[in-house]
């Protein structure tokens, strides 16, 4: 009885021993820099969105790896690729990760609105609005920090993608991620041209003569060039593009000093209007309507103060920045002129034909003068 008794307490430290050698002593931030590194194939682009220093993102590769027993990463040249044990280990640490988030936002609903931090990511058009709506925001919740990024849309899709911020807005939500969407504004482009162009004079301008016009345009991969491209395809025009712009800015600088025409949202071109500095020539079928959405991962658990800030832009953007006040609802008259207001992407109303647009705003041209929306069909 007495070895049978010495043998169950060996096999006991057996086991024990056994459990603490495979132990793993994984931390947050060796998956946090992990996912951050996997996601840009770059030490030295995630040690900056990280705000650390590359050898300590690296220090935290090396001991996560040396944790799990696997390589992560193997290095071709001078670019770096996930190993297939690297793929593996991504897809659950984006799963611990989220399930930490969620364990933050049910937290932070304990304490209400008091307190909290809201990230959200805007297009580089988007810019010229959003600053306005986080400063009313803030002075409502003055507890609450507010980190702002503003990016063009290829990087917004991936922070969607890799769900890093709580929410993005954007104009037509992305194809290939599942995404909740509502549209809170509309978003009309507008042709802009030099203050002295031809057009400026002329009314009602047949579509067909901008072929004899050259157009800057955004990068591949911009929302405003593929609504540009699909809008003049749907009316049978050639496009004759001129050179690349990066930036919306570098768009208004180069139609002033002439260089070709340009379609930009109209929050972009305000101040420009007003200075006289540009110009929307009357022609006909424009602006070309789109909107304005939020948008997060569909399913992810948003924080109180993410909750408050995502019914504040469906239900006040719009009459704050007065886009569109005959579509303010009433008490008689229901809300009519946007799309629902949080819908899954696939039933987004934002599809991929553009109809001419009927807009209920006036703009004006250089000379003060109202310019005529485009005639109904």
């Known amino acids: 009885m007495l070895i049978l008794l010495q043998q169950r ?3 006991r430290r057996f086991d024990e021993a056994s459990t603490e050698t495979d132990a793993m002593h994984v931390t947050l931030r ?4 992990f996912t951050t590194v996997a996601r840009h194939l770059s030490f030295t682009r995630a040690a900056n969105e990280l705000n650390l220093s590359q050898p300590a993102v690296s220090m935290q590769i090396k001991q996560l790896e040396s944790q799990l027993g696997q390589a992560l990463f193997e290095q071709m040249g001078k670019k770096i690729y996930l190993t297939e044990a690297g793929h593996d280990v991504r897809q659950y640490a984006r799963s611990i990760l989220q399930q930490v988030d969620d364990l933050k936002a049910g937290l932070e609903s304990l304490t209400g609105l008091e307190r909290g931090t809201l990230s959200i990511s805007v297009a580089t058009t988007a810019h010229y609005f959003a ?3 986080l400063s009313i925001f803030y002075e409502r919740y003055p507890g609450v920090n507010v980190k702002l990024d503003v990016t063009n849309r290829e990087s917004l899709i991936s922070q969607l993608e890799n769900n890093t911020v709580d929410m993005v807005i954007m104009g037509r939500p992305p194809e290939d991620v599942d995404v909740e969407s509502g549209a809170f504004m509309e978003n009309p482009l507008v042709l802009i041209a030099p203050a002295d162009h031809p057009f400026t004079r ?9 072929e004899n016009e050259v157009f800057l345009v955004r990068e591949e991969g911009s929302g405003t060039r593929k609504a540009m491209e699909m809008f003049f395809a749907q009316h049978g025009i050639r496009m004759t593009t001129g050179m690349e712009v990066s930036s919306d800015e570098a768009i208004k600088r180069s139609v002033q ?3 070709g025409l340009g379609i930009m949202s109209r929050d972009a071109v305000q101040n420009e209007l007003q200075l006289g500095l540009l110009s929307v020539p009357d022609v006909l ?4 309507m789109r909107h304005w959405y939020v948008m997060h991962r569909k399913g992810k658990r948003l924080s109180p103060v993410a909750q408050a800030f995502k019914g504040f832009l469906l239900e006040e953007a719009a009459p704050i920045l007065n886009k569109d006040p005959s ?14 207001a949080s819908q899954p992407h696939a039933e987004s109303p934002v599809g991929e034909k553009y109809a001419p647009a009927k807009p209920k705003y006036v703009l004006t041209g250089p000379d003060g003068n109202p310019i005529p929306p485009a005639p109904r069909k």
């Open 9 to 11: 307490l060996e096999l």
């Open 30 to 33: 060796q998956l946090e820099a």
């Open 131 to 133: 600053p306005k709506l």
């Open 202 to 210: 002329e009314k009602s301008i047949q579509l067909k003569r901008l």
């Open 257 to 259: 000093a002439g260089l």
């Open 285 to 288: 079928h424009f602006p070309i």
């Open 327 to 340: 579509s303010r609802p009433s008490a008689t008259q229901p809300q009519s002129a946007a799309p629902p």
